[in-house]
C-alpha cells in the first residue's frame, strides 16, 4: 500500500499534470495545488514537543491542504504527552489521530509516507535512520548529531536510501540569507576575515520545566528507549525533560544555537568545518543542577587544510543571563561588512583612503545596499506561531517529497555543522583545541579521538 501510494506521487501524478490536463488548459503547477488530485501525503508525528507544537506545526498547516498532506498518527514515549498530542491533532485536522507508544509502533502502521522528528537532541539522528529505513521521507531538527558515531552512521544511511530530508537549519529557506549567500559566492563581498556571531537570552526558565517535571513519573514512558545510546543513567525526570541542560543528552549552547548560525558560515563559504576551535565558558548564574554551560565563547579556525596561511575567524557567544532574544549573524571583510541582523551590506569599518594611501594602496570599501527587502527574522523560542523562516522551511520540504528534488539543507547541511557542534564540545569539556581528522572523520583533542 504504501509503495504503490509512493509510486503514484513520484510517477502517475508527474506525467497526468504534463498530459492529460493540458488538453484542459491547467498547467502542472495548478494541478498539484487541486486538493485531491495527487495521493496525499501522510505524516506521522515523531515527538510532540514544544517544538513541534508550537512552530513546526502551525508551519506545516500553513501548506498542507494546498500541496494535500496530512497528519495521521503521533508517537510519543510519554503516556501524557501522546494524549496531548492526540487530541491537539484531532482539533486541527479533524479526524481520528492514531497514538503510538514508540516509533516501532508507527512504522508499523505501514501507510506513513513521512515524518516530522522533534525528540531530544541525542536522539535526532537514530530518529532519521529509523525513518528512512522504513522508508519515510523526513523533516528532522537540529541539531543533527551530537556524536560523530551517530553522524557518520545517519550520513551513510540516508546517502544510501531515495529518502528526501530536511535539516531544521531554516535560515537556508530565508530570502535574505539566500541573498547573502549569492553575494559572498560570487566574489562580490572580498574574502572574508571574520565573523561574529552572539545568541543572547536572559530567561531563567529557559529550557525549564519544573511543571512538567512534577508531572512525570517513570511508569509513565519509557527510559531505557528514551536513553538509545547513551550511557545508562538511574531515572531522572529532569534529564527526561529537561535534557538541553545535561550532557550527553544535549551540548546545550552548541547544539541549539550554534548549530544554526555556523551553518550559515558553511553553506556561504562551501567549507565543511572548522580546521580549530578553543572554548571557555562556565555555570556563571543559573546553578540549577545542570551540566551545560550557561556561558560560553568559542573561537574557529576556519579555512582551507592544506593552505593553513589563509582563512578567517569565526566567534560565537551566548549567554543565558543577560540578553534581548535578539542573535547577530555579521560578517567582516576588507571593506566593510555584511550584517544579517539590519540585512545591509555596507562599508563599515572598509579599508579608507587615508590609511590606505600611507601603505600606497586604494581605498576598498563595499557600497551600502539592501540584501534583499524580504527580511525574516529568525524566532529565538519555540512559541513563534509558526515563524516565515520555519513555514518556508517546511514548505520547501513538503515541495520537494512531490518533487524528488534535493531539499534546501539536505543531510550534509546536518553533517557539516555537527561537526563544529562537536569539536565545540570537545573543546569546552577538556579545555584543549579541538581539530578534525579528514581520514577518520573524528574529532580530536590532545591526539586522542573525542567521545564523551
Same mark, same amino acid.
Given at each position: 500500500?504504501?509503495?504503490?501510494?509512493? +509510486?503514484? /506521487? %513520484?510517477? *502517475?501524478?508527474?506525467?497526468?499534470?504534463?498530459?492529460?490536463?493540458?488538453?484542459? &488548459?491547467?498547467?502542472? #503547477?495548478?494541478?498539484?495545488?487541486?486538493?485531491?488530485?495527487?495521493?496525499?501525503?501522510?505524516?506521522?508525528?515523531?515527538?510532540?514537543?514544544?517544538?513541534?507544537?508550537?512552530?513546526?506545526?502551525?508551519?506545516?498547516?500553513?501548506?498542507?491542504?494546498?500541496?494535500?498532506?496530512?497528519?495521521?498518527?503521533?508517537?510519543?514515549?510519554?503516556?501524557?504527552?501522546?494524549?496531548?498530542?492526540?487530541?491537539?491533532?484531532?482539533?486541527?485536522?479533524?479526524?481520528?489521530?492514531?497514538?503510538?507508544?514508540?516509533?516501532?509502533?508507527?512504522?508499523?502502521?505501514?501507510?506513513?509516507?513521512?515524518?516530522?522528528?522533534?525528540?531530544?537532541?541525542?536522539?535526532?539522528?537514530?530518529?532519521?535512520?529509523?525513518?528512512?529505513?522504513?522508508?519515510?521521507?523526513?523533516?528532522?531538527?537540529?541539531?543533527?548529531?551530537?556524536?560523530?558515531?551517530?553522524?557518520?552512521?545517519?550520513? +551513510?544511511? /540516508? %546517502?544510501? *536510501?531515495?529518502?528526501?530530508?530536511?535539516?531544521?537549519?531554516?535560515?537556508?529557506? &530565508?530570502?535574505?540569507? #539566500?541573498?547573502?549567500?549569492?553575494?559572498?559566492?560570487?566574489?562580490?563581498?572580498?574574502?572574508?576575515?571574520?565573523?561574529?556571531?552572539?545568541?543572547?537570552?536572559?530567561?531563567?526558565?529557559?529550557?525549564?520545566?519544573?511543571?512538567?517535571?512534577?508531572?512525570?513519573?517513570?511508569?509513565?514512558?519509557?527510559?531505557?528507549?528514551?536513553?538509545?545510546?547513551?550511557?545508562?543513567?538511574?531515572?531522572?525526570?529532569?534529564?527526561?525533560?529537561?535534557?538541553?541542560?545535561?550532557?550527553?543528552?544535549?551540548?546545550?549552547?552548541?547544539?541549539?544555537?550554534?548549530?544554526?548560525?555556523?551553518?550559515?558560515?558553511?553553506?556561504?563559504?562551501?567549507?565543511?568545518?572548522?580546521?580549530?576551535?578553543?572554548?571557555?565558558?562556565?555555570?556563571?548564574?543559573?546553578?540549577?543542577?545542570?551540566?551545560?554551560?550557561?556561558?560560553?565563547?568559542?573561537?574557529?579556525?576556519?579555512?582551507?587544510?592544506?593552505?593553513?596561511?589563509?582563512?578567517?575567524?569565526?566567534?560565537?557567544?551566548?549567554?543565558?543571563?543577560? &540578553?534581548?532574544?535578539?542573535?547577530?549573524?555579521?560578517?567582516?571583510?576588507?571593506?566593510?561588512?555584511?550584517?544579517?541582523?539590519?540585512?545591509?551590506?555596507?562599508?563599515?569599518?572598509?579599508?579608507?583612503?587615508?590609511?590606505?594611501?600611507?601603505?600606497?594602496?586604494?581605498?576598498?570599501?563595499?557600497?551600502?545596499?539592501?540584501?534583499?527587502?524580504?527580511?525574516?527574522?529568525?524566532?529565538?523560542?519555540?512559541?513563534?506561531?509558526?515563524?516565515?523562516?520555519?513555514?518556508?522551511?517546511?514548505?520547501?520540504?513538503?515541495?520537494?517529497?512531490?518533487?524528488?528534488?534535493?531539499?534546501?539543507?539536505?543531510?550534509?547541511?546536518?553533517?557539516?555543522?555537527?561537526?563544529?557542534?562537536?569539536?565545540?564540545?570537545?573543546?569546552?569539556?577538556?579545555?584543549?583545541?579541538?581539530?578534525?581528522?579528514?581520514?577518520?572523520?573524528?574529532?580530536?583533542?590532545?591526539?586522542?579521538?573525542?567521545?564523551?
Amino acid at each position: 500500500m504504501i509503495e504503490s501510494r509512493r +509510486k503514484f /506521487i %513520484k510517477q *502517475s501524478a508527474i506525467a497526468a499534470a504534463g498530459t492529460y490536463l493540458g488538453t484542459m &488548459g491547467l498547467s502542472a #503547477k495548478s494541478y498539484g495545488n487541486i486538493i485531491g488530485a495527487n495521493d496525499r501525503v501522510r505524516v506521522g508525528v515523531v515527538g510532540f514537543s514544544d517544538r513541534f507544537k508550537d512552530s513546526l506545526l502551525p508551519s506545516f498547516l500553513n501548506h498542507q491542504k494546498e500541496l494535500n498532506f496530512d497528519i495521521v498518527a503521533v508517537s510519543d514515549l510519554w503516556n501524557y504527552r501522546r494524549g496531548l498530542g492526540v487530541e491537539h491533532l484531532k482539533s486541527k485536522f479533524g479526524h481520528d489521530i492514531t497514538g503510538c507508544r514508540n516509533n516501532e509502533e508507527l512504522y508499523d502502521l505501514k501507510d506513513i509516507d513521512a515524518v516530522i522528528v522533534s525528540t531530544a537532541d541525542f536522539q535526532h539522528a537514530v530518529h532519521a535512520m529509523e525513518a528512512v529505513s522504513a522508508k519515510c521521507d523526513v523533516y528532522c531538527e537540529k541539531p543533527f548529531a551530537e556524536t560523530m558515531a551517530d553522524a557518520r552512521a545517519a550520513l +551513510k544511511m /540516508i %546517502k544510501a *536510501s531515495k529518502q528526501i530530508v530536511q535539516i531544521g537549519s531554516q535560515r537556508r529557506s &530565508g530570502n535574505n540569507y #539566500k541573498a547573502a549567500s549569492q553575494f559572498i559566492k560570487e566574489g562580490k563581498f572580498g574574502d572574508i576575515t571574520m565573523v561574529e556571531l552572539t545568541w543572547n537570552v536572559n530567561q531563567p526558565g529557559r529550557w525549564r520545566r519544573p511543571d512538567l517535571v512534577a508531572k512525570l513519573k517513570q511508569e509513565d514512558t519509557d527510559w531505557k528507549r528514551f536513553l538509545i545510546n547513551r550511557p545508562f543513567e538511574e531515572w531522572d525526570p529532569r534529564k527526561y525533560l529537561e535534557y538541553r541542560l545535561f550532557w550527553p543528552y544535549s551540548s546545550g549552547m552548541p547544539g541549539q544555537w550554534m548549530s544554526h548560525q555556523i551553518d550559515t558560515v558553511h553553506w556561504f563559504t562551501g567549507l565543511k568545518h572548522p580546521r580549530s576551535v578553543v572554548a571557555n565558558g562556565g555555570i556563571y548564574q543559573w546553578r540549577d543542577g545542570r551540566r551545560n554551560w550557561d556561558t560560553t565563547t568559542a573561537v574557529f579556525d576556519y579555512g582551507l587544510a592544506q593552505d593553513p596561511d589563509h582563512g578567517f575567524q569565526v566567534v560565537f557567544s551566548s549567554r543565558m543571563h543577560n &540578553g534581548d532574544e535578539n542573535p547577530a549573524e555579521i560578517y567582516y571583510s576588507n571593506g566593510g561588512e555584511l550584517n544579517l541582523n539590519t540585512n545591509m551590506v555596507s562599508p563599515k569599518g572598509g579599508l579608507k583612503e587615508g590609511p590606505a594611501s600611507a601603505m600606497h594602496m586604494k581605498a576598498n570599501l563595499l557600497p551600502e545596499m539592501k540584501l534583499t527587502d524580504n527580511t525574516e527574522k529568525v524566532a529565538t523560542s519555540a512559541n513563534t506561531g509558526g515563524d516565515k523562516l520555519t513555514s518556508a522551511h517546511m514548505r520547501n520540504w513538503m515541495e520537494c517529497i512531490r518533487s524528488r528534488k534535493e531539499t534546501n539543507a539536505p543531510v550534509e547541511a546536518g553533517y557539516y555543522h555537527s561537526i563544529a557542534n562537536i569539536m565545540t564540545n570537545a573543546a569546552a569539556r577538556t579545555g584543549m583545541k579541538a581539530t578534525f581528522d579528514e581520514a577518520t572523520q573524528e574529532v580530536m583533542v590532545g591526539g586522542k579521538v573525542f567521545t564523551y
